[in-house]
């Protein structure tokens, strides 16, 4: 107890001579300002404009036909390679490649019926991926990591024999419910 008792004392003694010491260096106006500048900066935070829609901005904005380029509609909610540009199609693995047997699932607006889709996003594996495939993260409806389940930065390979993630194709499975 009496070491304790010692102990404390020194630090005590040790933090009051410290103190002393920098108020005696710095002075009140210097230490208002620092505080004041921490405190508004502190209170301007959660008004600065963070992207809270993940990564809306990438979103299909124009009705393009063209399915290997990302904004193709079926591609809205889609994290990957595109197969239609490495050597398969929009819903066909390359050959060589299997398609995954889990999948992530979006939900896309058809601009030509103005109805939305549900779009499963198969990973083909079972090869290594091809550099001058295109890449797209749109990922619409995606949210962080620790929303299990609702997070597509995910090689869907991990259920396969082969994990080799290859590109990603996008089936269509059904309308939505509106
Ligand atoms: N679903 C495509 C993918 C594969 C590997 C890592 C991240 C995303």
Redesign the pocket.
């Known amino acids: 107890m009496k070491l304790f008792n010692k102990l404390f004392g020194a630090m005590d003694s040790f933090s009051e001579t410290r103190l002393r010491k920098s108020a005696r260096n710095i002075g009140r106006r210097h230490f208002l300002a620092k505080t004041g500048v921490l405190l508004v900066g502190t209170g301007v935070m959660p008004l600065l404009p963070f992207n809270r829609g993940m990564s809306n901005a990438y979103a299909a904005e124009k009705a393009t036909t063209d399915d290997t380029d990302c904004s193709y509609w079926r591609y809205c909610a889609?994290?990957?390679?595109l197969c239609s540009s490495s050597g398969g199609t929009v819903t066909t693995c390359p050959a060589g490649s299997e398609a995954?047997k889990v999948s992530?699932v979006g939900t896309c607006l058809n601009p030509h019926d103005n109805k939305n889709y549900l779009v499963s996003?198969n990973?083909c594996c079972g090869k290594a991926t091809v550099s001058n495939s295109v890449n797209c993260f749109t990922s619409q409806g995606e949210r962080p990591g620790y929303r299990m389940g609702l997070h597509?930065?995910?090689?869907?390979?991990m259920a396969n024999t082969n994990k080799g993630?290859y590109c990603?194709v996008a089936t269509l499975v059904g309308i939505a419910n509106e």
Do not use: V
């Open positions: 889609l994290d990957g390679n995954s992530w996003y990973d597509n930065d995910i090689n869907w390979c993630y990603t």
